[in-house]
């Protein structure tokens, strides 16, 4: 059989069928990221808008563990933050940088930020990541710094100021605390979120080893376009995902 890049994400008529599927992956994303360490005290959210209504958005309840979410425990949020499905509190925080976040960019379906070593240890640094290797690729060109650390972000207007530093990028790096990245698909924001993660741990390490050496710019640029593509996203979630499933089917009750 010929290799092949053809494998589309899935598409729907019906909008109860799209609400359940972003549900479902948004419940899987949760608990890939308990597995990779990703949550930590009540830090971290990962959401999905609603397909029914764009205004509103999905989100892990406040102070759960990632590792035993389902999809009958998450959250429905309103624009003004209200909880209008569920019966759980939501992270004052995740409403005030990912209301902002998806009100920023109606091109995004989902969002997905936490508190990963990693990430937050390369966020201490306040440095965007350099295109060392071919996965860090892609984010040349496509993630932007937020360099001002206030605090826990608890005002709507620091969010807008996060989604502003975003733009147009793929993911922000924001100092002192963390990653955040965003996607076409819930499966493409998760993916994104641990490629970056992955980055950072790289970048760590190799500089603690020596002094790396950057792909220049013409083949980082080339690079880009091949693994930072938004099919390429959801594309590198769907083996995680058909993983999480099998070892922890309970988590699509």
Known sequence: ???????????????GAERLHRKQRLAAALRIFARLGYCEGVAGHI?????????HFWVNPYARWFGRLR???????????RVVE????????????????????????AAAHAHSVAGKAWSSLGRLLDPITQDACAFYEDHALFDDYTGVVLDVEEGKRIAHTLGE??????????LLSVGHSVDEAAWWF??????????????????????DTE??????GQVGGHHTGWLGFQGLYEW??????????
């Open 219 to 224: 083949v980082a640029t080339l690079a880009a």
């Open 47 to 55: 959401t999905a808008r609603d397909p029914g209504r764009p205004d």
């Open 194 to 215: 641990i490629a970056m993660d992955r980055s950072c741990h790289a970048q760590l390490l190799a500089e603690a080893a020596g002094e790396p050496v950057s792909i």
């Open 86 to 109: 569920g019966d759980a509190p939501v992270n004052v925080a995740a409403f005030a940088i990912h209301s902002q976040v998806h009100a920023a960019r109606p091109d995004c379906v």
């Open 1 to 15: 059989m010929p290799a092949t890049r053809d494998v589309p994400p899935p598409t729907f008529d019906d909008e």
């Open 71 to 81: 999809v009958s425990d998450l959250v429905l949020v309103d624009e003004a933050g």
């Open 169 to 178: 990028a793929k993911a922000v790096i924001l100092r002192n605390h963390g």
């Open 244 to 253: 999480i499933v099998h070892e922890e089917p309970d988590l699509l009750g």
